[in-house]
T-cell receptor
Framework: SQQGEEDPQALSIQEGENATMNCSYK?????LQWYRQNSGRGLVHLIL?????REKHSGRLRVTLDTSKKSSSLLITASRAADTASYFC???????????FGPGTSLSVIP | GAVVSQHPSWVICKSGTSVKIECRSL??????MFWYRQFPKQSLMLMAT?????????EQGVEKDKFLINHASLTLSTLTVTSAHPEDSSFYIC????????????FGPGTRLTVT
């Protein structure tokens, strides 16, 4: 299975601090995506990073990808209470056949 | 961006009955659609891959006779949970791949199924 793994499983920080979540996967990928999910809601797509990219930014989000280590990180800077959610990485294999999700990180941002 | 809808958004059914969930790609053609299941406080688990006009491919451990998938057109896939039991209560999420958009996958808002 190419399912990603994430750490930490849970993260609690103060508002204004940075939050870093890591994701590892097992096999070669075409791209890796990060999603956010508020409790009981659907997925919100955050960023897609392709296998030939090393870093991507979107607002307060920064994603890195290290294909040699089969890992990615998501950094949320200057966190807000509204960032409280579960964050998942998802990998898309080289044959574009399916997207597999990691176990997720539960982020709590304390006001 | 591409939009995927699901219907219904939530459903309650009695044990032993069947329930159908629809997944539609609204503004693109999806040759491939995927069905995921998510239990509380867990991640999304892929159940099956559905290709238009052919049989679905089920992941290991997913009963194909219990979770019937039909992908009859390029914009619609359905998941039917047959003879539902309380343990089938879950959040079901579909996604659709836009073959014309670099293979990017778009997710529906999910359907919450409660079996009483």
């Amino acid at each position: 299975s190419q399912q990603g793994e994430e750490d930490p499983q849970a993260l609690s920080i103060q508002e204004g601090e940075n939050a870093t979540m890591n994701c590892s996967y097992k096999t070669s990928i075409n791209n890796l995506q990060w999603y956010r999910q508020n409790s009981g809601r659907g997925l919100v797509h955050l960023i897609l990073i392709r296998s030939n990219e090393r870093e991507k930014h979107s607002g307060r989000l920064r994603v890195t990808l290290d294909t040699s280590k089969k890992s990615s990180s998501l950094l949320i800077t200057a966190s807000r209470a509204a960032d409280t959610a579960s964050y998942f990485c998802a990998t898309d294999g080289t044959s574009y056949d399916k997207v597999i999700f990691g176990p997720g990180t539960s982020l709590s941002v304390i006001p | 961006g591409a939009v995927v809808s699901q219907h219904p958004s939530w459903v309650i059914c009695k044990s032993g009955t069947s329930v159908k969930i629809e997944c539609r790609s609204l503004d693109f053609q999806a040759t491939t659609m995927f069905w995921y299941r998510q239990f509380p406080k867990q991640s999304l688990m892929l159940m099956a891959t559905s290709n238009e006009g052919s049989k679905a491919t089920y992941e290991q451990g997913v009963e194909k006779d219990k979770f019937l998938i039909n992908h009859a057109s390029l914009t619609l896939s359905t998941l039917t949970v047959t003879s539902a039991h309380p343990e089938d209560s879950s959040f079901y999420i579909c996604s659709a791949r836009d073959a014309a958009d670099g293979g990017e996958q778009y997710f529906g808002p999910g359907t919450r199924l409660t079996v009483t």
